[in-house]
């Protein structure tokens, strides 16, 4: 009786303890949680308000209306969206076939040499993002270096223009997204049991068949999460597509940004066209979350 | 050990490859800082009177005095909500842990461009001229997850037998923590806060929407002189930028060095 007495007395002090730590946490997270609702959370309520909203040349008027949603019903910004889409999915891929090769080399390099490598895929990441992209124009513009060393080596005998087409937004975006493709791939193929490996082609799978059902499938969760970080990011791309690309074609990124910033104003349609990319940013993130659980699930019934 | 030969060779191609697209760009940049030229084609010559007319150029002078201010105040306001936050967020049984995940890791995927209109259109409603501040509040919105994840991910490879054994000794909570716990915290703080100052001194798009007319940091100048076409001053002035980012992560890897010592 005693003894259950003092259990009884011991749980409820370990339950004022965690309420205790609890009430902390809550305490110390406070100045976040309400920073980022206030600055993170409640502007998008406000884009929200101003998508029902009548556009003004300058602003808008608080009338109520749905004409900005009938707006991009009639299918003139579909083509905005397609092209963002298709470079965002051009960029995750090609970051992905160079990433891969660059990742797995690091990751099986010896120590010393890893930190030195890891070093040199960040330091051009730490350089300022608009020069990165100013010092492409620079290469690829028609009078350009790359242009000059083309026409000295014979290969071509008029500059190529690359600069204001896709192929200049792909090659730039390629090359800011690359380090966030890398790194994650880099973290989960480091993780690898390499010995996986080794047994495979002992049991004589050849080196392609030992890379597509061993390594591959294990450094899934970094393909995923570098997609992940380049696909959304990318989808919004404006400065890239605007200081390389043709400005003939725009992505919704631009769309967007000429209609908040360029006289007559649309912010209206700029809200609505940014909460269409929001939503579609919310189902891929759910669709690659729920996958995640599920293999989270059957990985733990494997195990079992 | 049998390691493909092939894979061997084809990843040190792919990987030299990367190498010299990730550098080429910036080396050109650089040489032609000191080109003698107008325009960026074909060697002329070696000057630095492009890095002399920047030190005469005011307009890039406010635009430096701008960035340091923001990227020196966003980083402080950010560090102390990341710290917070990460310390809020080691308990594993936190009933708001759910909530504050979101909010610290949504923002991180997040397209800059949404984040810009959303503020833009937040201060407009409010009628809030922007400014300094509007641009100050962005940066240290976008600080903060980044400085949060550093300091957490730092904390969960703590090694707690120090902050047991003053425990144990019968130290108070409040000595535990400021002389055990929070110097070995200090690389990370130090990690968290050099990324925030980083990708404030970097970001182009959230200040773009949130600055308004009269208040460059500069990138923002140099958009705008990329547009313009006063392309040569860029060159030197971005060598420096380079230089300067370079110089900062050289240091903090010595601070740190120091202090893990």
Same mark, same amino acid.
Request: net charge positive; with cysteine; hydrophobic share 55%.
């Given at each position: 009786?005693?003894?259950?007495?003092?259990?009884?007395?011991?749980?409820?002090?370990?339950?004022?303890?965690?309420?205790?730590?609890?009430?902390?946490?809550?305490?110390?997270?406070?100045?976040?949680?309400?920073?980022?609702?206030?600055?993170?959370?409640?502007?998008?309520?406000?884009?929200?308000?101003?998508?029902?909203?009548?556009?003004?040349?300058?602003?808008?008027?608080?009338?109520?209306?749905?004409?900005?949603?009938?707006?991009?019903?009639?299918?003139?910004?579909?083509?905005?969206?397609?092209?963002?889409?298709?470079?965002?999915?051009?960029?995750?891929?090609?970051?992905?076939?160079?990433?891969?090769?660059?990742?797995?080399?690091?990751?099986?390099?010896?120590?010393?040499?890893?930190?030195?490598?890891?070093?040199?895929?960040?330091?051009?990441?730490?350089?300022?993002?608009?020069?990165?992209?100013?010092?492409?124009?620079?290469?690829?513009?028609?009078?350009?270096?790359?242009?000059?060393?083309?026409?000295?080596?014979?290969?071509?005998?008029?500059?190529?223009?690359?600069?204001?087409?896709?192929?200049?937004?792909?090659?730039?975006?390629?090359?800011?997204?690359?380090?966030?493709?890398?790194?994650?791939?880099?973290?989960?193929?480091?993780?690898?049991?390499?010995?996986?490996?080794?047994?495979?082609?002992?049991?004589?799978?050849?080196?392609?068949?030992?890379?597509?059902?061993?390594?591959?499938?294990?450094?899934?969760?970094?393909?995923?999460?570098?997609?992940?970080?380049?696909?959304?990011?990318?989808?919004?791309?404006?400065?890239?597509?605007?200081?390389?690309?043709?400005?003939?074609?725009?992505?919704?990124?631009?769309?967007?940004?000429?209609?908040?910033?360029?006289?007559?104003?649309?912010?209206?349609?700029?809200?609505?066209?940014?909460?269409?990319?929001?939503?579609?940013?919310?189902?891929?993130?759910?669709?690659?979350?729920?996958?995640?659980?599920?293999?989270?699930?059957?990985?733990?019934?494997?195990?079992? | 050990?049998?390691?493909?030969?092939?894979?061997?060779?084809?990843?040190?191609?792919?990987?030299?490859?990367?190498?010299?697209?990730?550098?080429?760009?910036?080396?050109?940049?650089?040489?032609?800082?000191?080109?003698?030229?107008?325009?960026?084609?074909?060697?002329?010559?070696?000057?630095?009177?492009?890095?002399?007319?920047?030190?005469?150029?005011?307009?890039?002078?406010?635009?430096?005095?701008?960035?340091?201010?923001?990227?020196?105040?966003?980083?402080?306001?950010?560090?102390?909500?990341?710290?917070?936050?990460?310390?809020?967020?080691?308990?594993?049984?936190?009933?708001?842990?759910?909530?504050?995940?979101?909010?610290?890791?949504?923002?991180?995927?997040?397209?800059?461009?949404?984040?810009?209109?959303?503020?833009?259109?937040?201060?407009?409603?409010?009628?809030?001229?922007?400014?300094?501040? +509007?641009?100050? !509040?962005?940066?240290?919105? $976008?600080? *903060?997850?980044? @400085?949060?994840? /550093?300091?957490?991910?730092? &904390?969960?490879?703590?090694?707690?037998?120090?902050?047991?054994?003053?425990?144990?000794?019968?130290?108070?909570?409040?000595?535990?923590?400021?002389?055990?716990?929070?110097?070995?915290?200090?690389?990370?703080?130090?990690?968290?806060?050099?990324?925030?100052?980083?990708?404030?001194?970097?970001?182009?798009?959230?200040?773009?929407?949130?600055?308004?007319?009269?208040?460059?940091?500069?990138?923002?100048?140099?958009?705008?002189?990329?547009?313009?076409?006063?392309?040569?001053?860029?060159?030197?002035?971005? +060598?420096?930028? !380079?230089?300067?980012?370079? $110089?900062? *992560?050289?240091? @903090?890897?010595? /601070?740190?060095?120091?202090? &893990?010592?």
């Amino acid at each position: 009786m005693i003894h259950s007495h003092h259990k009884h007395k011991a749980s409820i002090l370990e339950l004022k303890q965690s309420q205790k730590r609890n009430l902390q946490s809550w305490l110390l997270s406070a100045p976040s949680l309400i920073w980022l609702t206030i600055f993170f959370s409640i502007p998008y309520l406000i884009v929200i308000i101003y998508s029902l909203l009548l556009p003004d040349i300058y602003e808008v008027k608080f009338q109520f209306t749905l004409s900005a949603y009938r707006e991009i019903l009639s299918g003139t910004y579909f083509k905005p969206f397609f092209l963002a889409f298709r470079l965002a999915l051009m960029t995750t891929l090609l970051c992905l076939l160079l990433g891969y090769p660059v990742a797995y080399l690091i990751a099986r390099s010896s120590e010393k040499w890893k930190n030195f490598l890891l070093v040199l895929i960040i330091i051009p990441f730490w350089t300022n993002f608009i020069i990165r992209i100013f010092s492409w124009r620079i290469f690829l513009s028609s009078g350009g270096v790359m242009n000059e060393a083309l026409i000295a080596l014979n290969l071509v005998s008029n500059p190529v223009e690359i600069i204001r087409t896709d192929w200049a937004v792909i090659i730039v975006m390629v090359y800011v997204y690359l380090p966030y493709m890398i790194l994650p791939l880099y973290s989960a193929i480091e993780k690898l049991d390499f010995t996986l490996l080794n047994a495979a082609m002992d049991l004589g799978a050849n080196e392609r068949k030992a890379f597509f059902k061993v390594t591959l499938p294990l450094s899934r969760e970094g393909i995923f999460a570098g997609s992940i970080l380049v696909f959304i990011p990318a989808l919004g791309a404006y400065i890239i597509p605007q200081l390389m690309g043709n400005q003939n074609a725009l992505y919704i990124g631009q769309v967007i940004t000429y209609k908040i910033k360029n006289i007559p104003r649309n912010w209206p349609v700029a809200s609505a066209l940014s909460l269409v990319m929001l939503v579609i940013i919310a189902v891929i993130l759910l669709t690659a979350y729920s996958l995640y659980q599920k293999r989270q699930i059957r990985k733990t019934d494997e195990i079992r | 050990m049998k390691s493909g030969k092939l894979y061997k060779r084809m990843n040190l191609t792919i990987f030299t490859l990367v190498m010299v697209f990730l550098y080429i760009p910036i080396i050109i940049l650089i040489i032609f800082s000191f080109n003698d030229s107008k325009i960026v084609a074909g060697w002329q010559g070696f000057t630095v009177k492009y890095y002399l007319q920047l030190f005469e150029n005011q307009q890039i002078k406010q635009a430096f005095q701008n960035t340091m201010l923001i990227a020196i105040l966003s980083t402080l306001f950010s560090t102390i909500l990341g710290v917070l936050a990460a310390l809020g967020l080691e308990n594993k049984r936190f009933t708001g842990r759910k909530v504050m995940n979101a909010l610290i890791y949504v923002p991180l995927i997040m397209p800059d461009i949404l984040m810009g209109v959303s503020l833009a259109l937040m201060f407009n409603f409010l009628r809030v001229g922007t400014g300094m501040a +509007t641009v100050l !509040i962005a940066h240290i919105t $976008f600080c *903060v997850s980044y @400085t949060t994840i /550093v300091v957490q991910s730092r &904390l969960q490879g703590f090694d707690y037998s120090l902050v047991e054994a003053a425990m144990d000794l019968g130290a108070k909570p409040w000595l535990i923590f400021w002389k055990v716990k929070f110097p070995l915290m200090i690389p990370g703080i130090i990690a968290g806060a050099l990324l925030a100052f980083t990708l404030s001194i970097d970001d182009f798009i959230i200040t773009f929407f949130t600055s308004g007319r009269g208040f460059d940091t500069l990138p923002i100048y140099v958009e705008g002189a990329i547009r313009r076409g006063t392309i040569t001053t860029i060159n030197a002035l971005s +060598t420096l930028m !380079i230089g300067f980012t370079l $110089f900062l *992560v050289a240091i @903090t890897k010595r /601070v740190r060095n120091l202090l &893990l010592r």
